[in-house]
């Protein structure tokens, strides 16, 4: 079946522009969860939603950054007013959910990469 | 989540088993150990996991150390497809996120 879909591949814009990445987990997944990875690093953890309801958003940088899943689907990461700091690869995963959620894997998507001139 | 520690980089060569270590002395009781790899220009991929006991499935086997203090992730035939970067990750039961360290960059050698 189809993977996480992450849309655009690329996107390159101008500080001081908003950016708004899109995350289309796989069917049936109630788990999604974004991450930020910087050139030669391991992912970040950024936040996470289970259906709609985002649970942890504890890893957004500042408050230019938000995230939302209105219909516990597809999920959009909004990054406001950029920076150039704000480059990196983005990244999203998403999973079943199951009582026990250490014991569930994540899959993840290609990514978004994000470039800020 | 505890801390993991791995070596930074192993080498080993194709058709060869390659045993890739982690440490991780402050597991809890309800930890469970994931392994994840990712390729060069992909996300990473999930390849294993388990809570006590040795786990098996297509892509490798995980060896768990009897306190649970260490573990292995053991690849039974490198081949060049299986050069990446290799992360051990402690992930409590009732945790969502994934914490990942440094991992350790694998090389294959042809």
């Known amino acids: 079946g189809a993977g996480v879909s992450q849309s655009p591949r690329y996107k390159v814009t101008k500080r001081g522009q908003d950016v708004a990445l899109r995350c289309d987990p796989i069917s049936g997944h109630v788990s999604l969860y974004w991450y930020r990875q910087a050139l030669g690093q391991g992912p970040e953890f950024l936040t996470y939603?289970?259906?709609?309801?985002?649970?942890?958003k504890s890893g957004l940088p500042n408050d230019r950054f938000s995230a939302e899943r209105p219909e516990g689907s597809i999920s959009t990461l909004t990054i406001q007013r950029t920076e150039q700091r704000d480059s990196a690869m983005y990244r999203c995963a998403s999973s079943s959910q199951q009582r026990t959620a250490g014991n569930q894997p994540q899959h993840f998507g290609d990514g978004t990469r994000l470039s800020i001139l | 989540d505890a801390k993991t520690t791995q070596p930074n980089s192993m080498e080993s060569n194709e058709e060869e088993p390659v045993h890739l270590p982690c440490n991780h002395s402050?597991?809890?009781?309800?930890?469970?150990i994931h392994w994840y790899r990712q390729l060069p220009s992909q996300g990473p991929e999930y390849v294993i996991h388990?809570?006590?006991s040795n786990v098996n499935n297509r892509m490798a086997s995980l060896a768990i150390a009897e306190d649970r203090k260490s573990s292995t992730l053991i690849l039974h035939r490198a081949t060049l497809r299986d050069a990446a970067v290799y992360y051990c990750i402690l992930r409590d039961q009732g945790a969502q996120k994934l914490v990942f360290g440094q991992g350790t960059r694998l090389t294959i050698n042809p």
């Open positions: 939603f289970n259906y709609e309801a985002q649970q942890d």
């Open positions: 402050t597991i809890s009781g309800t930890d469970y």
């Open positions: 388990g809570l006590t």
